[in-house]
T-cell receptor, first 108, second 112 residues
Framework: KNEVEQSPQNLTAQEGEFITINCSYS?????LHWLQQHPGGGIVSLFMLSSGKKKHGRLIATINIQEKHSSLHITASHPRDSAVYIC??????????FGEGTQLTVNP | KAGVTQTPRYLIKTRGQQVTLSCSPISGHRSVSWYQQTPGQGLQFLFE???????NKGNFPGRFSGRQFSNSRSEMNVSTLELGDSALYLC???????????FGSGTQLSVL
């Protein structure tokens, strides 16, 4: 069993839909990162959180430390949100363990 | 403010050769970490440097090494290249460990 599990692996949505990507982990962590990777490889850090909830524009990330679970929500999805979303947990410093990623496709 | 710069962007090597990849962090960032991404294994942590000291190391063989200079620029070296070393190598910088990471565009290494 992987230390970091993401679901779903693939997600197709229509523009405007509310999207949720889930991440469960089995190890102790100091922080959890949500990353976005577009074709071509560039990775952007969306959120780093260790408790509670963070919001940036249409993106919301939550974490439940007791349940070892985090969710990334996208409200009013748009085709430009199409990308791979990756959950990563930090055990120590920048030593990250990554999930396999969720391929999101938003159709117009 | 310039972002994280990785050079070269693409690299082709043959088995047995060695390669050095470079990463220039955002000005003021003292932590640089390296990651390998392959279709089969996904993203994996290689190592992290902070103020010229290796802080963390992932589960990679000794052929993978790195260093950080006094200006925080970092290099990673892979010796005796194998076909399986073909991957996208990404570096990320942050002001300190356990802070938001800023990634470079990566170096795509192909080993023939």
């Amino acid at each position: 069993k992987n230390e970091v599990e993401q679901s779903p692996q693939n997600l197709t949505a229509q523009e405007g839909e509310f999207i949720t990507i889930n991440c469960s982990y089995s190890v102790g962590i100091s922080a959890l990162h949500w990353l976005q990777q577009h074709p071509g490889g560039g990775i952007v850090s969306l959120f780093m959180l260790s408790s509670g909830k963070k919001k940036h524009g249409r993106l919301i990330a939550t974490i439940n430390i007791q349940e070892k679970h985090s969710s990334l929500h996208i409200t009013a999805s748009h085709p430009r949100d199409s990308a791979v979303y990756i959950c990563a947990v930090a055990g120590s410093g920048s030593r990250l363990t990554f999930g396999e990623g969720t391929q999101l496709t938003v159709n117009p | 403010k310039a972002g994280v710069t990785q050079t070269p962007r693409y690299l082709i090597k043959t088995r047995g050769q060695q390669v050095t990849l470079s990463c220039s962090p955002i000005s003021g960032h003292r932590s640089v970490s390296w990651y390998q991404q392959t279709p089969g294994q996904g993203l994996q942590f290689l190592f992290e440097y902070f103020s010229e000291t290796q802080r963390n190391k992932g589960n990679f063989p000794g052929r993978f090494s790195g260093r950080q200079f006094s200006n925080s620029r970092s290099e990673m070296n892979v010796s005796t290249l194998e076909l399986g070393d073909s991957a996208l190598y990404l570096c990320a910088s942050s002001r300190d460990s356990e802070e938001k990471l800023f990634f470079g565009s990566g170096t795509q290494l192909s080993v023939l």
